[in-house]
């Protein structure tokens, strides 16, 4: 029987309180997991820069406009494809531990067929890549590169259940954005310019895919024995319907945008709405670190039926989320102006988009979080909730985006964004709450006491120049949080997040095993 919500909220103090051995092996199995996603959120960081200087500058807003176009459609076809595998393939292998490999060779079959059938849809229908038609060869045949895309997320999805995170740092940290970053680069002085940015995307994805099938086959082997079988495959895209349809459901509200946009206003404003976009991305991809480990360890508790600790990691990982988050925002809302600038002059006008876009992160993070507890205590009703955010979306984004000129498109196409995340977080985390019994907010009063007197030095920052506000400004704002935040408000098990030498209780952590059967659970 679940415990009263109201009966288990707890105080700053309560939450940070030192945890029990078993306790803290998981904590750090989550805070080695963060911290080594953490470098690949720092790499990726430094690898976005260098390319969207490289479009903005050499091939400009109109032509970034249709490359965002374009890669959203192939990458939403790609999602699809993945058929929530992405978080559904931990349950398979739990089901399946003595044939991890044949599992796995069935997710990685299931993801191919179903991305095949997409780019199929595509080459056949090429107007829904390119609306205004595509004038080069290569664009008729841009979306074979679904079926890599697909496969490397399901690889590295397996990867990550024997808490493999540094095969998808290297994939999509490191690999990914600087094959992406140079090939735009040396392809802007060439014969092929006017589709650089389109074949270095390829590029950059067929080296992703490798970066991730490789490591993949030497863990988990090829399967011995093993055949495709219809039936078990059927059974395992059927089993991971809800979560496809919720993967599509956030992924398409991130790109739902775009899609109007391009349909209402012209291919430079989707341009400088796309580098606010990337740029306020950012602190979202912080969240997304957290989540290869995140999985399977609420997948032991859920199992085993501690809702209390699953609840507790919870709110631990939110508010690590949130003190990260709400510092990267401040500091990169404060210096938006400037930082667009480095772009191109055209890219200066997006800042209140970006301010909008950064704001969506904040709301968005809380509804993310508990959205990989949901997806194995509430797979149904957590759909339902992320349908009706892409529904609420929709109809404000139809009203909002036609109202004004073109960048005033932008911005109501950012506010709409900014409403269904605020309702979909609100609704997620209440939820979760109710299915646990247990508080899972991660906000604590701390993070306001850190983010005023960081805002504060944001406001005199702005009074200096660009070159300075993008130096030492940045800096200063980052530094004010941190030292508050790290001063009253990490304690006890806040800190393991930057602690270093606990490998003896992350191997205990990567030790407890996984309880199949969690897809069984109620609702």
Not at 69 to 84: D, S
Not at 117 to 132: E, H, N, S, T, W
Not at 253 to 277: K, M, N, S, T
Request: proline share 5%.
């Amino acid at each position: 029987m679940l415990a009263d919500p109201a009966a288990s909220s707890r105080s700053d103090a309560a939450e940070t309180a030192a945890p029990s051995r078993g306790d803290a092996a998981e904590t750090a199995a989550l805070a080695k997991g963060g911290r080594t996603s953490f470098l690949g959120y720092v790499l990726r960081l430094a690898a976005r820069f260098p390319f969207l200087f490289i479009a903005g500058r050499l091939y400009g807003a109109e032509a970034l406009g249709h490359f965002a176009y374009a890669t959203m459609v192939v990458e939403l076809a790609a999602m699809l494809a993945t058929l929530g595998l992405k978080r559904g393939l931990a349950e398979e292998l739990a089901r399946r531990p003595d044939d991890e490999a044949g599992a796995l060779g069935d997710a990685l079959l299931l993801a191919l067929l179903a991305s095949l059938a997409g780019a199929g849809l595509l080459l056949a229908v090429p107007q829904l890549l390119f609306p205004a038609g595509g004038g080069q060869a290569l664009d008729h045949w841009f979306a074979l590169i679904i079926p890599f895309i697909a496969l490397a997320d399901v690889a590295l999805a397996g990867l990550a259940y024997h808490h493999d995170v540094g095969a998808q740092v290297r994939a999509r940290a490191i690999i990914e954005p600087w094959v992406l970053s140079i090939a735009a680069l040396a392809l802007a002085f060439t014969a092929w310019r006017a589709d650089g940015m389109l074949i270095a995307y390829l590029l950059s994805m067929l080296a992703a895919c490798a970066a991730a099938l490789v490591p993949a086959l030497r863990r988990f082997g090829w399967p011995r024995g093993w055949r495709p079988a219809p039936a078990r495959l059927w059974a395992l895209a059927r089993a991971n319907g809800p979560l496809a349809g919720a993967d599509v459901a956030e992924w398409g509200a991130r790109r739902l945008d775009i899609f109007i946009l391009g349909r209402f206003a012209p291919a430079e404003v989707v341009g400088v709405y796309y580098v606010a976009q990337q740029i306020a991305s950012l602190p979202q991809r912080l969240k997304s670190s957290f989540d290869p480990i995140l999985g399977p360890v609420l997948a032991r508790n859920l199992a085993a039926g501690n809702l209390a600790k699953a609840a507790a990691h919870v709110r631990q990982i939110s508010f690590w989320v949130a003190s990260v988050q709400l510092a990267v925002v401040l500091a990169l809302g404060m210096t938006g102006q400037a930082g667009l600038g480095l772009f191109g002059p055209a890219f200066a006008s997006g800042v209140l988009v970006l301010v909008m876009l950064l704001t969506v992160e904040l709301f968005a993070a809380q509804a993310a979080v508990a959205e990989g507890a949901l997806v194995y205590v509430a797979r149904g009703p957590n759909l339902v909730w992320s349908l009706i955010g892409l529904g609420v979306q929709l109809g404000l984004s139809l009203w909002l985006v036609p109202l004004a000129g073109p960048l005033g498109g932008a911005v109501g196409a950012a506010l709409a964004l900014a409403l269904a995340a605020l309702l979909q977080s609100v609704a997620k985390s209440r939820l979760l709450a109710a299915r646990l019994g247990h508080q899972v907010s991660g906000w604590r009063f701390s993070l306001i006491v850190a983010g005023v007197p960081a805002f504060g030095i944001g406001l005199l920052v702005l009074r200096t120049p660009e070159p300075i506000q993008l130096s030492i400004g940045l800096v200063a704002i980052l530094g004010t949080f941190g030292f508050i935040i790290w001063r009253f408000g990490f304690k006890g098990a806040d800190r393991l997040l930057f602690a270093r030498g606990l490998k003896k209780i992350e191997a205990e952590a990567a030790a407890i095993p996984i309880a199949p059967g969690l897809g069984d659970q109620p609702g």
